[in-house]
């Protein structure tokens, strides 16, 4: 086939490069928990975080000497920012180890974090050394956006329409763009959030240790906390403020940028803005018809029920009720919302409100289409402007791969004999990276099954693509294009 003679394998010595680059920040930006745990006097564990930051700067910096080049294949490019996200986990499995943890349940809670999912194999929290709370949220924190910011610096040159549309990656030329620019900017804007978040959690009467945790995780969409409760034993003050920053982080970061550059309109007409409020005041509104009619509804219940809806809807995973308790219809309520998750271009997981957008003007076009003559032209506007096939494809080929992934991972939850409601809604919690539990995950969770939800948890941050890419044997077997020498240039050391 000639889509097979022009395929080409991945070139290692460039993905070397551009992973050494990559991995050398994220071991910069990996010492937060060496120093905390250093100022806390917790030996063994800054010892692991010594370790990781070591192997992942170390083994970066000598990774990325030689030559790089100026191009990068879309398969190199995937191949990175999934080894990426692999490689950290790994490698800060290692300093949870050494804080006591099984290898089992350190890799859980590492892609549980760097994934910002949440979900947590931990009876409690509240006993476990502050070094390795710190160490989750900042995993959170640093895979909310981080890592796939860094992705587009060092390896995407995308418009800003391709980067709404696809969320991480999208076959572009001239990689090496003004994607720094962008990067930069939403960096910016990010941290700017969570020194927002820390200091009004901090004013709200939240310790300093708290506020920072919780800030991590809320601007990340993670919803790891501190304490066994959660959210449930803080004021009702303190939660709405948490769930403000989870939803302001769930719209598409660029939007704040234009909005500070005076274009307001930009941000108030952000279509999945819209879709998320109102995705959320509609989860809220049949949660509460359904548990009307129990007693009369308290104030104090009604503000768990918006905290639950809008945690689901942002993925976020903060709650302030057990999961485990509620009735069928309030589960596949949230399961529903779990599902379609945040915008693209946020720290938000799930299939991504754009594409349900795209996927609902689609139905409509082709009802439409039944009662046209036969050559008569659809426009295709959505959301604003025009898609071409192969972007309509691609959000239909995501959101399919989303629905195997979750159906594949329910059936060996049932093959275990697990409730079915109750094994659908963890599959689509890990899935969506949102950390909501039915009360499944727990220590003595099969070992099958946690990895299940690991691989789940994985497939969802990367939003599947980069994973099959690489896995696939002919992404690394295959004819290999030559490195054009006046194509390189020096890689920094």
């Known amino acids: ?123 409690s929290v509240e006993d476990k050394p502050l070094s390795l709370l710190f160490t989750a949220a900042w995993l959170q924190w640093l895979g909310g956006v981080g890592i796939m910011v860094l992705s587009f610096a060092l390896l995407f040159g995308q418009s800003a329409s391709t980067k709404r549309l696809t969320g991480v990656l999208g076959p572009q030329q001239g990689v090496l763009g003004g994607t720094r620019v962008y990067a930069t900017i939403i960096i910016r804007i990010y941290s700017a959030l969570t020194l927002i978040g820390i200091i009004v959690l901090w004013l709200a009467g939240v310790d300093l240790f708290s506020a920072t945790v919780l800030t991590f995780s809320a601007v990340s969409t993670g919803g790891f906390s501190p304490f066994n409760a959660s959210l449930g034993g803080l004021n009702g003050g303190v939660q709405t403020l948490v769930i403000l920053l989870c939803v302001s982080c769930a719209i598409a970061l660029p939007l704040y940028y234009e909005a500070l550059r005076g274009k307001w309109r930009t941000l108030a007409r952000d279509p999945e803005l819209h879709a998320l409020l109102i995705a959320g005041l509609v989860v809220f509104a049949l949660l509460v018809l359904r548990h009307w009619t129990e007693t009369e509804l308290a104030s104090r219940r009604t503000m768990d029920l918006v905290l639950v809806a809008f945690s689901a809807q942002t993925t976020a995973g903060f709650s302030s009720v057990p999961i485990g308790e509620l009735d069928a219809f309030s589960k596949t309520v949230l399961i529903a919302s779990m599902a379609i998750g945040g915008g693209i271009g946020s720290s938000a997981g799930g299939i991504k409100l754009l594409r349900l957008i795209v996927l609902i003007k689609l139905v409509q076009l082709l009802v439409l289409k039944t009662r046209l003559t036969p050559h008569a032209a659809v426009p295709t506007d959505i959301a604003g402007r025009d898609w071409s096939d192969s972007e309509l494809v691609g959000v239909l080929v995501v959101i399919g791969l989303f629905a195997l992934a979750i159906g594949a991972s329910w059936l060996v939850f049932l093959w275990f004999g697990y409730d079915a409601l109750d094994s659908l809604f963890e599959v689509v919690s890990a899935t969506g990276t949102v950390g909501l539990s039915s009360g499944i995950t727990r220590p003595t969770l099969e070992p099958v099954l946690k990895g299940v939800l690991c691989m789940d948890m994985l497939l969802g941050r990367l939003e599947i693509l980069p994973l099959l890419v690489f896995l696939a044997p002919r992404t690394w077997f295959g004819q290999r294009r030559e490195i054009p020498e006046e194509a390189q240039e020096d890689s920094p050391r």
């Open 1 to 123: 086939m000639a889509s097979e003679t022009l395929s080409y394998a991945v070139r290692p010595r460039v993905v070397g490069i551009y992973l050494g680059q990559l991995a050398f920040l994220v071991g910069c930006l990996s010492t937060p928990p060496l120093v905390f745990s250093t100022i806390e006097r917790e030996w063994m564990p800054a010892a692991g975080y010594l370790i990781a930051v070591a192997a992942l700067a170390g083994g970066g910096y000598l990774l990325q000497r030689g030559h790089r080049p100026s191009d990068i294949q879309w398969n190199e490019a995937l191949v990175v920012v999934a080894a990426i996200f692999i490689l950290t986990l790994l490698v800060l499995a290692v300093p949870m180890m050494m804080a006591g943890l099984s290898f089992l349940d350190a890799m859980f809670e590492a892609i549980s974090g760097i994934t910002t999912t949440g979900l947590s194999t931990f009876k």
